[in-house]
């Protein structure tokens, strides 16, 4: 069985309509109306221990619904959630023992006592060993370069100074499974590189899961080697991300520069698969369909007829494959909406 | 038990981080015992005893009883109404001890706190200052501390009942002006339950209410015999047994329903 297993899984929201006009909203104040929207609508997935995967999916489209009731903080309408076999609502305080969260937007921390208060309170409550949280202290202390903080309170701190000590507070009791929520939300390039590393880091040397949503596309890339797409609570893709990256990314362009370009005003280029995007008499820009041709080829060809100075190859990143899939999803919604 | 002692220690930094506007309430409790006090010497000025109270029992009855009721302005349920209203309860939840153990320790903090640092002191200054009688035996003191802290129990779960409110009306500053006014008047927080009418003071005695001012006071005043005494903590205790009860369905019921605001 996998280490986490959701089946079925649903959530509807309830919300009350707020209608325009006075005498609506005094009417509405007694019999409200109600509509119910489904942000999460039938979620299946398997993930197994020592994954990394990344939950994205464009705003609103029930990312952080989910990680809510994977980490058992909210009752899913329908549907079940597996974590180590434990129900995470019911058992909750027990899958909490084995499990770290960050939200981006939240803070464990306590608001007003120096952050290394909060820490060692969380020594006690977690019920973890002197030694071992000494050397996890130091350990996170260092990779989040938060030493210099830890005997401010939490109040005092910036945006970024508060999500490096709550990244280093949810590792603290060595999770086997740490949820990530937008957990690079307001953190300078350097801190997120870092966090980057040291998450990789710990995924490997300890099998520990990861379960990362992010806007940012480079921490997914970095990060993941799975990544599943949702959209409208809808899942869309479920995939490895080199897959991803294979089958959505046909066309790549090349670009040379050259001492003179033999094709430009003369005779068109030629070769299987490639279309020409422009020329001057210096360059060539190229477009190529990784299913007809590849690179190799066509530099061979290129340098078959001039001195080629410079290459520059581009394809399209995840972030633009997954905007067009997202894009694709929504079209296909609205049509049959229609009908 | 480390647990427990770790998080009143917790409670203990995060209120001395706002010791400033403690000493306001410290002050605050401080006037209303004067206002009391002359208040109560005015209606003395014709009378001797009021239903068995001398002017002099009737300070200690208003200084301890102020003092008491002033723990009502506070407790769990304006930080419990906040976590639900802003969201905070999912990080509350993902505790690795139940939601009422961590609730629990902070009132037990805010308790001690309150002992250490206006119950004691101010009821000594009160009492050099204005005049009271001593507890009226040694046993009536330990019952009455005894008292005291069964009374806790009670006030939590009424506060964590009163906090899920939040729940249903999604704002809290009503709730908890209520709770308070209530609390002091039916507790005997702002009259002694004598003076209410013949009926309903029969029945106040009777409520969870009274366990929090008026059956301490009144043991320490020496007002009940020791069966008396004994009856009215009995009561005390059964009251918290069934508000902890009462609390754990509300709170099983509340939080299938609780939707983790924000994210
Ligand atoms: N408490 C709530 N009551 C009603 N609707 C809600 C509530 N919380 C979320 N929603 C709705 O559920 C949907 C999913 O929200 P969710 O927070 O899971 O999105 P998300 O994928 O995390 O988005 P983002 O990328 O912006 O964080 C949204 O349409 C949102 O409006
Ligand atoms: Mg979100």
Known sequence: MSQIQVEHLVKEYKRKKNPEGLIASAKSMFRPEIETMQAVDNVNFAIEKGEAVGYVGPNGSGKSTTIKMLCGILKPTTGSVRVNGLDPFHDRMKNNKNIGVVFGNRSVLWWDVPVIESFRLFQTLYEIPEKRFKENLEKFTEIMDIAPLLSVPERQLSLGQKMRCNIAAAFLHDPQIVYLDEPTIGLDTESKASIRRCISKINEEEKTTFIITSHDFQDIESLCRRIILINHGKIVLDDNMQSVKQKFNQKKQIQFEMEQNPWHNGEEFICQGVRVMGTTSHSLKLEYDLEQTDSMKIMTAVAKGSEIQDVNISGRDIEEIIRDIIRKDNHIKRSSDVM | ?263
């Open chain 2, 1 to 263: 038990m480390k647990k427990m002692k770790e998080l009143v220690r917790m409670t203990f930094l995060t209120k001395f981080a706002y010791m400033k506007a403690f000493w306001f309430n410290v002050l605050g409790t401080g006037a209303s015992i004067v206002i009391y006090y002359f208040l109560w010497q005015f209606v003395f000025q014709k009378q001797n005893s009021l239903n068995g109270f001398t002017m002099v029992q009737m300070t200690t009855y208003v200084i301890l009883s102020r003092i008491l009721s002033s723990q009502f302005g506070g407790g769990i349920n304006e930080e419990l109404s906040q976590w639900i209203y802003e969201g905070k309860i999912g990080v509350e939840l993902l505790r690795p001890i139940s939601l009422f153990f961590t609730l629990f320790a902070k009132r037990m903090g805010e308790f001690l706190f309150f002992l250490l640092f206006k119950g004691v002191p101010i009821s000594i200054l009160c009492f050099l200052i204005l005049g009271g009688t001593a507890p009226a035996g040694v046993l009536n003191f330990i019952l009455f501390v005894l008292s005291i802290f069964i009374s806790i129990v009670i006030m939590f779960f009424i506060e964590f009942m009163v906090g899920i409110c939040a729940f249903y009306t999604y704002g809290y500053h009503g709730l908890m002006f209520t709770k308070s006014a209530l609390l002091s008047i039916l507790s005997g927080g702002i009259v002694p339950i004598f003076l209410f009418p013949k009926g309903l003071a029969a029945v106040l005695t009777y409520m969870p209410f009274a366990g929090m001012v008026s059956v301490p006071v009144n043991i320490y005043l020496g007002k009940y015999v020791l069966a008396e005494s004994a009856k009215f903590m009995m009561l005390q205790i059964v009251w918290a047994l069934v508000l902890c009860l009462a609390a754990h369905l509300f709170y099983g019921h509340v939080i299938k329903k609780v939707v983790v605001q924000g994210g």
